[in-house]
């Protein structure tokens, strides 16, 4: 259990990073918190000839949250994100879901830029970022470019970012007025990767309907699926809808796979039953009543 | 593949320490084969057990899961520097007293993720105490101990900073 061997650069600033990266390749591998990637090094899983240590790069550990939403750096930890006032008015889905992220030591030292770079589907911050329609810049030595969740996750474990490419931030936007957010999962162990998790959000109009109503489930997937189910609400004030038949629309429209962890039909009864809390939790916090 | 090697400077316990290492040293076994600090242990090195959780700059954190060439320059605190002046922590003495250890593998980790914790919330609820150690496994107690221990050091704690306060 110890990493194959590479080399290893330690830049000291963004364009010596970009730099490295490019002449590295396919074989460079950027490291942030490490908390994914050091776990597959350890156990052999990966084997990438570059290893391009960001920690020293300044300027990368922000996050500024503000009316639009919250951008975060792809040097901010977890545990920053989760504790963060600013992010959490801006965006209260990031606590609500950071928290679920593996264990608080974990979350000291992991990102929440490095967790979408993963993509792996069964985690909590790829469907953040695919729920709210964020969206990623990455920057290489040619020019930046802000990919948009839709088109950043590709698989399971893969995304859009191209050798030569660093994740340098992440933008959460807000939700209008009257939004509520909510997450929800279940795990075999406390601080696992999710069996199955629904993250909801839900906006109402002037007279307390639902005006939008989406949700995305983890581990259902290859990538995070994002489901809109307004219609399912119908145009009815959100204190009487019946969030268990909505949740009915979620399982109709998911695929999961079966594996070790679980069977492809118990994912698909987890994911409805989530929905319906996820989606009954967004509802009340959007009504502004605590859940 | 002949590997390049760096130096790192820690400051490890309060003391400065040098170390030649290859990139993929990890601080855990930089801790414990380049210094000889072997009190931090490592279990599964895929940061599932947290038997290896070290202090950076104050912040507990898996030491499996960190290179050592990443944290040159910073400031470590392992189980072998809780103690002061000779005298257990509160922490430590909290786990001798409630048995919350039997066979002491997994202990070093949870003694700094429990430091760690307390400093930050010195009068935990039962059910924080629980989530911050959820992260660590412990195979001999089954746990109630240990979480015993975390409110019994609360309370060691806090009579030692009433007498400092004196």
Not at chain 2, 8 to 37: I, K, M, Q
Request: aromatic share 4%.
């Amino acid at each position: 259990m110890k990493p194959p061997p590479f080399v290893y650069h330690g830049p000291a600033t963004l364009g010596e990073a970009l730099d490295v990266l490019a002449e590295a390749g396919p074989g460079g591998k950027v490291l942030a918190g490490g908390q994914s990637l050091i776990p597959l090094l350890n156990m052999r899983l990966a084997a990438p000839a570059h290893i391009v240590d960001v920690n020293r790069v300044p300027g990368l550990e922000g996050i500024e949250a503000g009316p639009p939403g919250v951008r975060v750096g792809a040097l901010a930890r977890h545990a920053a994100v989760e504790r963060s006032p600013g992010a959490a008015a801006a965006q209260p889905l990031l606590r609500q879901a950071l928290r679920l992220v593996a264990h608080p030591v974990i979350r000291n030292r992991g990102t929440v830029v490095g967790s979408l770079v993963h993509a792996d589907p069964a985690a909590e911050m790829p469907a953040v970022l695919a729920l709210l329609g964020g969206s990623v810049r990455l920057a290489s030595r040619g020019g930046e470019r802000e990919v948009p969740a839709a088109e950043f996750f590709t698989g399971p474990m893969e995304s859009a970012l191209r050798p030569g490419e660093l994740a340098l931030s992440a933008f959460f936007p807000a939700l209008p007025p009257r939004s509520g957010t909510a997450f929800h999962e279940v795990a075999r162990r406390h601080g696992d990767y999710a069996v199955a998790g629904v993250a909801a959000a839900v906006t109402l109009d002037e007279d307390l309907r639902v005006a939008a109503a989406r949700v995305a489930c983890v581990s259902v997937g290859p990538v995070p699926v994002v489901l809109d189910v307004t219609a399912a609400c119908g145009p009815r004030p959100a204190a009487s809808i019946k969030w268990e038949a909505v949740a009915e629309a979620v399982r109709d429209r998911i695929d999961p796979e079966g594996d070790i962890h679980a069977t492809a039909d118990y994912r698909r009864h987890l994911a409805g039953v989530l929905a319906a809390r996820a989606l009954r939790d967004a509802a009340s916090a959007a009504r502004g009543e605590e859940s | 593949m002949n590997e390049t090697r760096h130096h790192v400077t820690l400051t490890v316990n309060g003391v400065l320490r040098e170390a030649t290492v290859p990139g993929r040293r990890l601080l855990s076994d930089c801790l414990r084969h380049d210094l000889g600090l072997t009190g931090t242990h490592v279990g599964c090195e895929h940061g599932v057990c947290g038997a290896c959780t070290v202090l950076l700059d104050g912040e507990p954190v898996r030491s499996c899961l960190t290179f050592a060439v990443t944290v040159d320059g910073h400031e470590i605190t392992t189980v072998e520097g809780l103690a002061r002046d000779g005298e257990l922590s509160p922490v430590q003495r909290a786990f001798t007293e409630c048995h919350a250890l039997q066979c002491g593998f997994c202990t070093p980790g949870f003694l700094c993720t429990v430091t760690a914790f307390l400093r930050d919330n010195p009068v935990p609820t039962e059910e924080e105490a629980l989530e911050a150690v959820a992260g660590n496994l412990c195979r001999c107690t089954g746990y109630q101990n240990i979480l015993k221990a975390v409110h019994r050091a609360a309370e060691l704690q806090a009579e030692l900073h009433a007498e400092e306060d004196r």
